[in-house]
């Protein structure tokens, strides 16, 4: 039986103990750590929508996000506390307004490596149950430690770890804050604590030892290596060159530089993203940009760029490839390009959702040789690196596919 539920995914954390690193951000497997959580979330057959519970700052980064699930349906900030940002997540799908009773599964953002599969798991025993959570067993011997010395033994027969996601039914989670207000000085750490508070049963389900909380950077390493982080890349290289042509903005880059003039193509004539597309077909052993778009009919006339590669790094991924790096080298004449190479780094990752620092694009003027000296046009060639996802794979976004509405203005 298929339990609809809905997703409460908690990510406004301060990241303490990571030594100043925003977990979340962080680059695990070429993506950011957040986005492998939101896939694995969204692969859930059970889950209908989700809510993401951020940091204040965060929320207009995490809305527009090109890597976010398209079951996202809210992306709210949170508070100091953890159960702050359950309520706030929970007051968001309250808004949203679903009519039945559904089960609620609170899961930490920093748990990327869980499986999809547990959410159901997890939901089919809370709509039995009313409540239910995934544990795994303590494998360690326990120790009760004071002040550096040995206390004793604990025995560990009846102890379990508590893992997210957390599944209660949303009138229960409901009735647990209206006796237990967000801001009342207890500090649940987990939704199970203050259910069990509530004098509300809880199931246990088995969990898994990989769906750990990444919370330390050797945690991240692992998570790392987990992911394929290990495995050897495979390098691909990407070239391409267009006249200007009439008519203004200049596109490079995913960004409009309106002082220069436009290249002309049968696209936008973005030759930066050009390259890049073709550089990851090339890593991933998929032919080229003019094969999959080819300048005719079939391809719509002034198509923006920003499309051709978006449906690209999707194609890649469906092959179980994760971007590691993209390097980009534009030579131009004009217009200078020192004040845009940021930014233009700045799209490209967004693009390809991939963290910033993965991606590094530089200028030269070519010493004013050949067609981009003369200033007759620009040319650029990219390099990208490129890994197998891991086991976690079947995540990556599916092809979006050319759509005619997808055009440049004229």
């Known amino acids: 039986m298929n339990h609809a539920a809905e997703a409460i995914v908690v990510a406004a954390g301060s990241s303490s103990r990571m030594g100043g690193i925003d977990k979340l951000d962080a680059n695990l497997g070429g993506r950011p750590l957040l986005a492998w959580t939101l896939a694995a979330v969204a692969a859930s057959s059970v889950v209908r929508r989700i809510v993401v519970v951020v940091a204040q700052q965060r929320v207009a980064a995490i809305s527009n996000a090109a890597w976010k699930p398209e079951k996202v349906a809210a992306v709210v900030a949170g508070g100091d506390r953890r159960h702050e940002s359950v309520a706030a997540g929970l007051r968001a799908l309250e808004g949203i307004g679903p009519a039945d009773d559904p089960v609620v599964l609170v899961h930490d953002g920093a748990r990327p490596l869980v499986r999809p599969g547990l959410f159901d798991e997890v939901a089919a025993a809370a709509a039995e149950a009313g409540a239910a959570i995934p544990v795994v067993p303590i494998v360690e011997t326990v120790k009760h430690v004071a002040n550096g010395e040995v206390q004793g033994t604990i025995d560990r027969s009846e102890l379990a770890l508590a893992q997210t996601p957390q599944g209660v039914r949303m009138s229960l989670l409901r009735r647990a804050f209206q006796e237990y207000p967000p801001s009342g000085p207890q500090a649940w750490t987990d939704e199970a604590a203050l259910l069990e508070a509530s004098r509300i049963q809880v199931r246990a389900v088995s969990g898994e030892p990989t769906n750990f909380k990444v919370t330390l950077a050797a945690d991240l390493d692992r998570a790392s290596l987990l992911l394929g982080g290990g495995s050897i890349p495979r390098v691909g290289f990407g070239s391409d060159s267009h006249p200007f042509g009439p008519g203004r903005p200049l596109m490079l880059g995913g960004i409009e530089i309106a002082a220069a003039p436009r290249l002309s193509g049968h696209s936008d004539g973005d030759v930066a993203l050009h390259a890049v597309a073709d550089a990851l077909l090339g890593a991933a052993a998929m032919?080229?940009?003019?094969?999959?778009?080819?300048?005719?009919?079939?391809?719509?006339?002034?198509?923006?760029?920003?499309?051709?590669?978006?449906?690209?790094?999707?194609?890649?991924?469906?092959?179980?490839?994760?971007?590691?790096?993209?390097?980009?080298?534009?030579?131009?004449?004009?217009?200078?390009?020192?004040?845009?190479?940021?930014?233009?780094?700045d799209s490209i990752a967004a693009i390809a959702g991939v963290p910033a620092g993965t991606v590094n694009v530089k200028a030269s003027t070519g010493n004013l040789a050949g067609m981009e000296g003369a200033g007759r046009g620009i040319s650029a060639q990219a390099v990208v690196a490129v890994a197998p996802a891991g086991p976690l794979a079947g995540l990556a976004q599916k092809p979006v596919g050319v759509d005619a509405t997808d055009q440049e203005p004229p």
């Open 287 to 345: 032919g080229d940009l003019g094969r999959l778009f080819p300048s005719g009919p079939e391809t719509p006339e002034g198509i923006a760029s920003r499309r051709l590669l978006s449906d690209v790094v999707a194609r890649v991924r469906q092959t179980g490839l994760e971007i590691r790096s993209i390097d980009v080298t534009i030579v131009a004449g004009r217009p200078r390009l020192a004040g845009s190479l940021d930014a233009m780094a």
